[in-house]
């Protein structure tokens, strides 16, 4: 069972979150209609500050948001971290180096290696894949599973316990 933690805006995190951090919320935006996504996911890119793909109109590139415009606008909130430090590390860094202050307009498409557009998921997901480690699905058919790429990979996918755990990720409880 997930446990989201309410925001609180005076509050101070329980603890200090490190680049290559995921947070996920189970909300969407005020007004939004998530464009068929439940959630939202960014990464951050050091301690405090956030990089996302937003759908808003008056952010139509990837930008930064602190800790306090996250939660500001997202009431719930988890944080995901890779069991390895420096594999988050270089995540960050490539967050920084193919997302921010890139002119990418946000579109849901269903190939994660394209970032002609980008949505959410896909910014950190493409960060990981970058940094020699993409987050994998299973893919199920009739005859076959096996665990591969994802053509659409969504932000309650960087919550699924069977995930995390075959990927080398794990939920980090946050007191906010």
Same mark, same amino acid.
């Given at each position: 069972?997930?446990t989201?933690?309410?925001? /609180?805006?005076?509050?101070?995190?329980a603890i200090?979150?490190?680049?290559?951090? $995921?947070?996920?919320?189970k *909300?969407?935006a005020?007004?939004s209609?998530?464009?068929?996504?439940?959630?939202?996911?960014?990464?951050?890119?050091?301690?405090?500050?956030?990089?996302?793909?937003s759908?808003r109109?008056?952010?139509?590139?990837?930008?930064? $948001?602190?800790?306090?415009?996250?939660h500001?606008?997202?009431k719930?909130?988890?944080?995901v971290?890779?069991? /390895?430090t420096?594999?988050?590390?270089?995540?960050?860094?490539?967050?920084?180096?193919?997302? $921010?202050?890139?002119?990418?307009?946000?579109?849901?498409?269903?190939?994660?290696?394209?970032?002609?557009?980008? &949505?959410? !998921?896909?910014?950190?997901?493409?960060?990981?894949?970058?940094a020699?480690?993409?987050?994998?699905? $299973?893919?199920?058919?009739?005859?076959?599973?096996?665990?591969?790429?994802? /053509?659409?990979?969504?932000?309650? *996918?960087?919550? !699924?316990?069977? &995930?995390l755990s075959?990927?080398?990720?794990k939920?980090i *409880?946050?007191?906010?």
């Amino acid at each position: 069972t997930l446990t989201f933690v309410i925001n /609180s805006n005076n509050a101070k995190a329980a603890i200090n979150n490190k680049p290559g951090d $995921l947070i996920i919320t189970k *909300d969407t935006a005020p007004g939004s209609s998530g464009k068929g996504f439940v959630g939202h996911v960014g990464i951050y890119i050091d301690s405090k500050k956030i990089l996302n793909a937003s759908w808003r109109s008056n952010e139509p590139y990837p930008s930064i $948001l602190t800790e306090k415009q996250w939660h500001n606008r997202f009431k719930y909130s988890k944080v995901v971290r890779p069991k /390895s430090t420096e594999l988050g590390k270089k995540a960050a860094k490539m967050a920084k180096k193919y997302f $921010l202050n890139k002119k990418i307009k946000y579109k849901i498409s269903p190939n994660p290696k394209n970032i002609k557009y980008t &949505y959410c !998921s896909e910014l950190v997901w493409y960060s990981y894949y970058k940094a020699g480690k993409p987050f994998q699905v $299973l893919i199920v058919t009739p005859h076959n599973e096996q665990w591969a790429n994802p /053509s659409l990979i969504k932000p309650y *996918d960087y919550l !699924s316990s069977y &995930y995390l755990s075959h990927n080398g990720f794990k939920i980090i *409880d946050n007191k906010w």
